[in-house]
């Protein structure tokens, strides 16, 4: 397995795995959507994304967005998607994509990584348990406005 940090040469890598991930969370599928999406994050540089490549085929992706925490005055990295090919699952390729953004936060100078997952997500949070990820949310609710 490698891994490697998505530049518009991974476009269309990244976007086929992003489209599977939106579909996993319910959305339809929508290739122009997600090749969208994702070229505009890279272009811009707004995001970092990773591809986990097995035997030439890109199996995985995460994908973290720079942020700040006002609170406590340091820089740090949302966690917002992590995707692992089904029949690619249970082989370590999660963890190993969380491993190289929990690197790549460190050198960016963040000194924490949040993330949100779903309630029914429970192979997603026994690998952040197993990350040393906390549930920091027993404190706050979250309220989205849509514009």
């Given amino acids: 397995m490698m891994i490697i940090q998505a530049t518009t040469d991974h476009i269309l890598h990244a976007a086929k795995l992003f489209d599977l991930y939106r ?12 090749e969208s999406y994702i070229r505009q994050r890279i272009v811009n540089d707004e995001s970092a994304i990773f591809l986990a490549f097995e035997g030439g085929e890109a199996v995985g992706f995460v ?29 370590g390729i999660a963890r190993s994509l969380m491993n190289k953004a929990r690197a790549y936060s ?9 993330l949100l997952t779903g309630v029914e997500n429970k192979a997603g949070q026994a690998l952040y348990e197993k990350l040393d990820y906390y549930r920091s949310l027993d404190d706050f609710i979250g309220y989205t406005l849509n514009l």
Avoid: H, M, T, W
């Fill in 23 to 34: 579909q996993f969370y319910d959305q339809p599928k929508n290739p122009a959507l997600a």
């Fill in 63 to 91: 994908q973290l967005y720079p942020s700040f925490c006002s609170v406590d005055a340091i820089k740090i990295q949302i966690l917002y998607d992590l995707y692992v090919k089904e029949a690619f699952r249970g082989n």
């Fill in 106 to 114: 460190k050198a960016s100078g963040a000194k924490r990584i949040d």
